[in-house]
Every structure is written in C-alpha cells, then in structure tokens.
C-alpha cells in the first residue's frame, strides 16, 4: 500500500511538471503570436519621423532649406517618402541639423542603407582608401550631371564624403575647393583663387558658401597654387608667417593639396581642422590628396593653367572684402541686364563667374590703390 502511495505521489508530481511546461510553452506561442500580429509590438520611428519632428522649429526648418538649396515641398515630399533625397543630400543635410540630432540621424539612415558607413581601420581612425563604390559614384554623376550643374554637383558630393571619412565623430572640420579665377589683367594672368564649394561640421556652417573670399600671394594656398606642392600646418597658433594671415575662425590646423591635370593646375582641396595636431595621422594624410584627384573631374579641361599662366596679386583681408561682398545681389543684377541687353546667352553659372570677376577686379584696383598711396 505504501509502494502505491509512492507511485501515485510521483505520477502527480511528473502530471504537475508537464502541466507546468505545457502551460508555459503554450503562453510562449501566445506571446509570439501578439508579436506577429503587431499587438506587442510598436513602430519604429525612421529618419523621415525625425525629419518631421526637427523642422517644428521654423528656423531650423529654413536653414536646411537654405543649406541644401531645396524647396519646402521638396523637404515635404522627402518626409511624406514621396521622394527620395540623393545620398550627396542626406550627408549634407545630417551636417546641417543642429548637434543634438546627428547621431541619431546618422543611426536611422545607415540601418536603412541611405548614408555608408565611413570605413575605419582596426584601430577605429579612418580608411586609408576611398570606398570604391564612392568611386563608382562619382563617375555616375559626371556622365549624368548638365555640364552648367557638374562642377557644383561634383564637388559637393565629394566634400560631403570625405567629411564623412576624416570626420566621422565630427570634431570640428571645414573642406573647400578653392579655383583659380579666369586669367586677366593686363598681362592676363590668374590674379586670384576664389573659395568656390565648401562645406563643414560644427563649429563651422553646414554651408560654408556664403563665406567664400578671394585668396592671393598673402595666403597659404596661393603658395601651394605657385609651387604645385601641398602644404600641410599642425598648429596654426604656432605658426607666425605672413603666409597665415589669411586665417579664419576655428581654424586650428590646415592641409591643402593642389587639384592638378596634365601639370597643370586648376585649385586646391583644402581641408581645415578645429583641432591642433589633426593631420598627425598618416590616414588623414593619405586620404586628402585622393579627393583632390577626384575634384580634378569637377573642372573642364580650359580651367587648369601652367605655372607661367598665374601671377597671383596680394587680395584685401576678408574684412575689407566683405565690404565689397554686401553689392553682391546688385551686381549680379547689373551683370544680368548687361547681358541680356548685348543679346548674349548665358547661363546662371557663367552669370556668377561674371559677378566675381567684377568684385575680383575692384579689389585688386583697391590693393594697387593703397599701396601707391
């Protein structure tokens, strides 16, 4: 009777314990079940939800508009998924939004494949080479892109990338693509270089464009343009030549590399840092001179001079040629009426190239003024 009471107590225990699995698997079932079916589960928010949220702020909202030369309907159709921005459009406008959004930004577009990842060796500093599908890329975009938009186009897109791999925790950089103005004079010859597409990371602007000035024989990169070298400073604080004169703010540590062609030179890939010290390392290095190559396709062929061609002139500071920079809309005005009264066809880009060199003009006439007074 006791041997029963046993066997009975264990067949109850082994009922509980099947009875408790079962229980639990079939809660389980349930549970996956309500996930399935979307009851458990919430969505997940995407970059065009946090595009919406951010523009609540009007000011933000038209800084971006400004920054990525886009229309309201055009960041509209973006957030509705009406249309899809460019990749060079995504890189500049997760540059334009204000810090606090970036890296929350960056995480939704590289889960849904729309920003690459910056390459980084095993140390975590970036790749020593461009990505080839960045290569692939650009070629695109060369054969693509109406000659009168290539130039800009090329560059931006170009600028974009190579924030992306020298700057990826967005330390503080500013990257133009700074040309050689048209030659003139009276011995024809480029007197100047001209900031033209640039493009940074705070605390520089996303859009550095309305910042451009006219760079000469005082400036840095008026000797890597005369000498076909680059020119690399570390720290900027320590350097006491008349060659840093044309320095600007937040600028800690500078490397500039000539765009070159067939000998011939066309500008300079110059990459500035908030940082001391910043191009120490070899993969910084290594990787800047690779985007000038690749701005070389952004020119024509006409746009690349020799060294016997350029005869660079000393410019006014930035601050003087602010002054000059204010008449801006109105010259550009009195350059289109010319132009449409002498019955020339011209298209917006040659308009602008006619505007700076009128300013470019009146600022070497202010220089040759002062000094002979």
Request: with cysteine; aromatic share 8%.
């Amino acid at each position: 009777m006791k041997r029963e009471d046993k066997s009975t107590s264990k067949v109850e225990k082994s009922t509980t314990i099947f009875e408790i699995l079962s229980s639990n698997q079939s809660s389980d079932k349930q549970t996956r079940r309500k996930v399935q079916s979307g009851v458990a589960a919430s969505p997940r928010q995407t970059w065009r939800d946090l595009l919406a949220q951010i523009i609540r702020d009007e000011e933000v909202k038209q800084q971006i508009i400004d920054a990525l030369h886009i229309s309201p309907v055009t960041l509209s159709r973006w957030i509705t998924g009406k249309s899809e921005p460019r990749a060079q459009n995504l890189q500049q406008l997760l540059n334009t939004l204000p810090p606090q959004y970036q890296e929350q930004m960056a995480l939704y577009l590289r889960e849904e494949n729309k920003l690459p990842t910056p390459p980084a060796g095993e140390d975590g500093q970036p790749s020593l080479t461009i990505p080839s599908e960045f290569y692939q890329q650009v070629f695109m975009a060369h054969a693509t892109t109406s000659e009168n938009l290539r130039f800009w186009s090329l560059c931006q897109l170009i600028i974009q990338q190579a924030l992306g791999q020298l700057d990826p925790e967005r330390r503080g950089m500013s990257i133009w693509v700074v040309c050689c103005m048209p030659p003139s004079g009276t011995h024809n010859k480029v007197r100047s270089l001209r900031e033209s597409v640039g493009a940074g990371t705070s605390p520089w602007q996303s859009n550095l464009e309305q910042e451009a000035m006219f760079l000469g024989a005082e400036s840095l990169v008026g000797n890597v343009v005369t000498s076909y070298r680059p020119a690399i400073v570390q720290d900027l604080d320590e350097d006491h030549s008349i060659l840093s004169f044309s320095r600007v703010e937040h600028e800690k540590s500078i490397a500039i590399y000539p765009i070159l062609y067939c000998g011939r030179i066309a500008g300079v890939f110059m990459v500035s840092s908030a940082e001391t010290n910043f191009f120490l390392d070899p993969g910084r290095i290594e990787l800047i001179p690779c985007y000038a190559d690749l701005c070389a396709l952004a020119f024509e062929n006409k746009q690349f001079y020799t060294a016997n061609q350029i005869a660079l002139e000393v410019m006014p500071t930035y601050q003087d040629q602010k002054a000059y920079f204010v008449h801006f809309r109105q010259i550009m005005t009195e350059t289109i009426l010319d132009v449409v009264n002498s019955n020339n066809t011209v298209n917006n880009t040659q308009v602008d190239l006619l505007v700076w060199q009128k300013l470019e003009a009146a600022l070497v006439g202010k220089k040759e003024d002062t000094l002979s007074s």
